[in-house]
């Protein structure tokens, strides 16, 4: 676990040795889910949460909530006991999946959440009003919720966790089930909590989201954490290779350049290994007045990591 | 650092455990306080509103036996409760639902005759649910049985006898209804019939007590008789002589009678002279 | 209030479950069916009809309470629409209770509309108000309350079709008190008599709110009976809320 001795920045979660075992079936038999996971989240930053499903990803969330009571461990949330009404104040959740009530519309919904912080009438239908706008839903407002497709609910799921202007938001799979155009809303959302000063932790399986928003990681493989730390300290800048498209070169020039693994339409695809080789290509496509049509320094990627942390495991 | 583990507040639970008892105790002791609180009860009345059993059959869904034993049950309690004048009103419909739900059911027929004959001192209604409980029930001899006492209640031994007849020809049926039905034949004076009866038991008689009984009977019967024909010749001695006779060999001398008969064991009635009364000269049952 | 935020919701959600519309139905031709009923009875008609109608209000009242608050909880827990609520800064206590409030308000409503068929129903008959039949169904209410909160204690560990069966067995149990009653006079004195007793007064008697009998034959009631069946309503639903509570706090929601 790290510890930042140079510099005291609040933990906005700090979880130490979690343990938890569910008895199951009919013999009740003892399956172990999580066996001792420690992790910290800094203030201010997005943490992602990555594991594959079953590792124990939604249970570690749900014992930081309060709807599962842990075996053995610690949780605290902003240096405070993680059940504490003053804590949970702060904080915002949106579940895998979710599902609200059917016969509300969208409006009688945030406004409920919003009673249950104990918010006064001008507030709530204040904060209903702009955060429907944020997430995108304003035309939406007084359909029931029952016609909300997957991404709809999604959204008004993401506005219900931010009612009470949160400091910390909680995200299961927050990007699951939405299209391309739906995700990269989310993601500048989560991004602008960042700049808010809010913290993010959220948990998923989709790699490349992570990669693209989040600041430090944890790895969670059955119920351990296997890696954890900054993205750019676990990931090396190290290139494996280069792939250029180019087209407007002899065959026999590219030769010993690079691995030449497919010829398209008047277009070479080619693999370099040796960054030098890189630059020689460079230079002969500018000489020949060749044409390049893309170059791509294909790094260490999470997935990378991820897929090897796995393997070993 | 604070434990996921460790409940937040101590008392929290101890609290809401001590609220649960106090909350079960005040509730007990509730109970135990109403329960002393008497109500005006009319347990069941709704019962009387339901037209006829046989609509209670289609309701209770193939569970009518069942149906049946819970109104039995619950009758019994509400003919127990002597504090409720008016339980007698509704006796006919009640037995009747109880009948329609479970005709072969025995207990009912009876139980509800009972009541009827003893406290609702309603004999015809007594008749009914046990004529009821025979038709249902063509091979259960208790019926007719418990019927002719019903009518011996009421001294219509015609009846008795009609059903005692009934009853004694039924499988099962022990050896004394046959008695009964003798001994009712001879309170409507059909001493014949009596006599023919009581004659068949003393000859099939398989002990020496039923032996014994069926002779007292026969005894009796024939005193009945040899009475009876012997008080008509004093009557007409009587007419014709406009005295009494001084003895009952008068009769005979006079021509009234071809002979003075004698009772079972040969021994002369007794006859008093001054009132024209003519005795047995035993008590039967002292022989 | 967060109690009363939950309990207004509960309320929205239960008015607008198409369960109640169907048994508000049912009951309604209960009612109705009972005026028929009175065509083929012998004696008085206007009893029939009253005897009838309390009953279905009795009945569909109880059916009610079991649907719903079998239906409600569960369908919270199974939907997930519980993470949301509970993540929130409210005790599993409040949402209980305030399942409960808004439970009961549902039922009041349905009550008092259902009252008001019977009601226009006798007048119809009658030609006057039978303000008398409300003393029963005000009870009656009472009971509801206490079958609700058994249905809710019930929903809050087991799916809704055995809550439903566990609620409608305390439901029959309450209402055969007294046969344990007259069980016991018939037991010689001794420890299984004690235990008998101790059980006798733990288990539910619902028929002391139970005054259908002395509103239709306008028998008297004792005051202290009033009394009496408020205050053990009152603590009976205490005990199961408890309870429920006790057993809702430590739940985990996989």
């Known amino acids: 676990m790290e510890k930042n001795t140079a510099e005291f920045m609040n933990d906005a979660i700090r979880i130490e040795d979690l343990r938890k075992s569910f008895s199951l079936g009919f013999f009740l038999k003892k399956k172990e889910i999580l066996k001792g996971i420690s992790l910290s989240v800094k203030e201010g930053e997005i943490f992602g949460y990555l594991g594959p499903n079953g590792a124990g990803k939604t249970t570690t969330i749900k014992c930081i909530l309060g709807l599962i009571f842990p075996d053995g461990g610690a949780i605290e949330i902003f240096g405070q006991p993680h059940l504490a009404h003053r804590v949970k104040n702060h904080v915002g959740f949106l579940p895998e999946n979710p599902y609200f009530y059917d016969y509300l519309t969208a409006r009688e919904f945030l406004n409920y959440y919003g009673e249950l912080f104990l918010l006064p009438r001008g507030e709530r239908i204040d904060k209903t009003d702009s955060l429907l706008d944020l997430v995108g839903l304003g035309k939406a407002a007084d359909l029931q919720l029952r016609k909300f497709s997957r991404g709809m609910l999604q959204r008004i799921g993401l506005a219900q966790a931010l009612i009470n202007d949160p400091k910390l938001v909680i995200l299961d799979e927050p990007l699951g089930g939405l299209d391309p155009l739906g995700r990269k809303e989310i993601r500048d959302i989560i991004i602008r909590f960042k700049e808010e000063g809010k913290t993010v932790f ?33 990931i090396s800048e190290k290139i494996f290779f280069t792939e250029i498209i180019l087209s407007g070169l002899e065959d026999g020039e590219l030769e010993d350049l690079g691995e030449k693994y497919s ?33 791509i320094p294909r790094t260490e990627t999470l997935e990378d990591i991820f897929v090897d942390t796995v393997k070993h495991k | ?17 001590l609220g649960l008892c106090l909350a079960m105790a005040a509730f007990m002791a509730v109970k135990a306080g109403t329960d002393g609180i008497a109500r005006a009860k009319v347990p069941g009345s709704s019962i009387i509103y339901v037209p006829s059993g046989q609509y209670l059959k289609y309701a209770t869904f193939g569970y009518s036996p069942l149906a049946a034993d819970l109104v039995y049950l619950w009758a019994i309690q509400y003919y127990g409760t002597y504090e409720i004048q008016d339980r007698f009103a509704y006796l006919d419909h009640i037995f009747s639902i109880i009948n329609e739900l479970d005709p072969r059911y025995v207990d009912p027929y009876e139980v509800g005759s009972l009541i009827a004959a003893q406290e609702a001192k309603d004999i015809p209604l007594a008749l009914k649910i ?29 009846r008795a006898g009609d059903y005692f007849k009934k ?17 009712s034949l001879y309170k409507t004076a059909d001493y014949k019939s009596a006599w023919g009866i009581w004659s068949g038991i003393y000859n099939s008689a398989s002990d020496e007590r039923v032996k014994k009984i069926a002779s007292n009977h026969l005894y009796q019967v024939k005193a009945a008789a040899d009475i009876q024909v012997l008080k008509d010749a004093v009557a007409g001695f009587k007419d014709r002589c406009n005295r009494l006779p001084r003895s009952l060999d008068n009769l005979a001398a006079a021509g009234f009678l071809p002979s003075i008969p004698r009772d079972l064991d040969e021994k002369d009635y007794v006859y008093d002279p001054r009132t024209g009364d003519v005795k047995a000269a035993t008590i039967p049952w002292k022989r | 209030m967060k109690v009363g935020a939950i309990a207004r919701n509960t309320f929205k959600e239960a008015m607008r479950d198409r ?21 083929l009875t012998v ?3 206007v009893k029939i009809i009253k005897d009838v109608g309390l009953a279905s209000v009795s009945l569909f009242g109880v059916l009610m309470a079991i649907l719903m608050g079998t239906g409600l909880v569960y369908k919270e827990i199974d939907k997930k629409t519980i993470f949301t609520l509970l993540s929130k800064p409210i005790h599993r206590a409040q949402f209980l209770l305030g399942k409960f409030l808004g439970l009961v308000l549902t039922l009041f409503i349905m009550t008092v509309l259902m009252s008001l068929i019977f009601l226009g129903l006798l007048y119809a008959h009658t030609f006057r108000v039978e303000w008398s039949m409300l003393l029963a169904i005000v009870f009656m209410l009472l009971e509801f309350c206490l079958i609700t909160a058994v249905a809710i204690l019930f929903s809050t560990f087991s799916t809704p079709i055995l809550s439903s069966i566990f609620s409608l ?47 239709v034959h306008a028998l008297p009631i004792p005051p202290k009976m009033f009394a009496g069946s408020a205050a053990y309503g009152v603590f009976y639903t205490l005990f199961i809320l408890i309870l429920a509570m006790l057993v809702f706090r430590k739940k985990d929601f996989i």
Not at chain 1, 206 to 228: S, T, W, Y
Not at chain 1, 264 to 273: A, E, W
Not at chain 2, 167 to 183: E, I, N, S, T
């Open chain 2, 167 to 183: 009853a004694m020809v039924m499988p099962g049926a022990p050896d004394f209804v046959r008695r009964l039905y003798a001994d």
């Open chain 1, 202 to 234: 959220l948990s998923s399986h989709i790699l490349q989201d992570i990669e693209m928003i989040c600041d430090r990681v944890a790895i969670i493989v059955g119920g351990r954490i296997v890696n954890q730390g900054y993205l750019h300290e676990l």
């Open chain 3, 169 to 215: 067995a305390f439901y029959l149990i309450g209402h055969l008190s007294w046969g344990l009653e007259i069980l016991i006079r018939k037991m010689r004195p001794g420890l299984s008599r004690t235990l008998a007793q101790a059980l006798y007064l733990f288990l539910p008697d619902l028929e002391n709110f139970n005054f259908k009998t002395e509103v």
């Open chain 3, 19 to 39: 369960v109640l519309y169907l048994l508000f139905f049912f009951a309604a031709v209960g009612i109705v069916a009972s005026r028929l009923l009175a065509v």
């Open chain 2, 1 to 17: 650092m604070s434990q996921a583990v460790t409940p937040r507040r101590v008392p929290d639970a101890f609290l809401l455990v």
């Open chain 2, 130 to 158: 046990l004529d009821r409980g025979l038709e249902k029930n063509p091979d259960q001899w208790i019926f007719p049985f418990e019927a002719g006492h019903v009518a011996q209640m009421v001294r219509d031994y015609d």
């Open chain 3, 43 to 45: 004696g008085d008609r």
């Open chain 1, 263 to 295: 010829v398209q339409g008047g277009k070479v695809f080619l693999r370099v290994l040796d960054e030098s080789k890189v630059a020689r290509i460079l230079a002969l496509v500018h000489e020949r007045n060749a044409r390049i049509h893309s170059l």
